[in-house]
């Protein structure tokens, strides 16, 4: 069973940048395709991006492609989101999820696809 800890959300300008960090404990980390989500006010959660297993594969949101981007470090069992040009908008609470996948090359769009989660950090941008 794995554990997860966000870390890295505060409040930025629009324009921007922020990393965020998912910190994995409890299990082996490189069994787990990872991915990024998040919950404005009022709105439900949506997916952001996902990484496969080996690192070889990810997938954004049409909404942050292009300014966003996921990656992993297996040997410190942890996932990052780097966030560029971040606008008021993108404005949430991120949570990283764990997917047990047996395919080093998959990654998962889906929540349900996702067995783990973690507590979320907040991001807020303004204006």
């Known amino acids: 069973q794995a554990q997860l800890v966000e870390s890295g959300g505060g409040l930025v300008q629009a324009g921007g940048s922020l990393r965020l960090s998912c910190a994995a404990s409890g299990s082996t980390f490189s069994s787990y395709a990872m991915g990024w989500f998040r919950q404005a006010p009022g709105k439900e959660r949506e997916f952001v991006a996902a990484?496969?297993?080996?690192?070889?594969?990810?997938y954004y949101a049409d909404s942050v492609k292009g300014r966003f981007t996921i990656s992993r470090d297996n040997a410190k069992n942890t996932a990052f989101l780097q966030m560029n040009s971040l606008k008021p908008e993108d404005t949430a609470v991120y949570y990283c999820?764990?997917?047990?996948?047996?395919?080093?090359?998959?990654?998962?769009?889906?929540?349900?696809?996702?067995?783990?989660w973690g507590q979320g950090t907040e991001v807020t941008v303004s204006s």
């Open positions: 990484i496969s297993r080996s690192g070889g594969k990810t």
């Open positions: 999820a764990a997917a047990t996948s047996y395919n080093s090359g998959l990654y998962y769009v889906r929540e349900y696809d996702y067995d783990y």
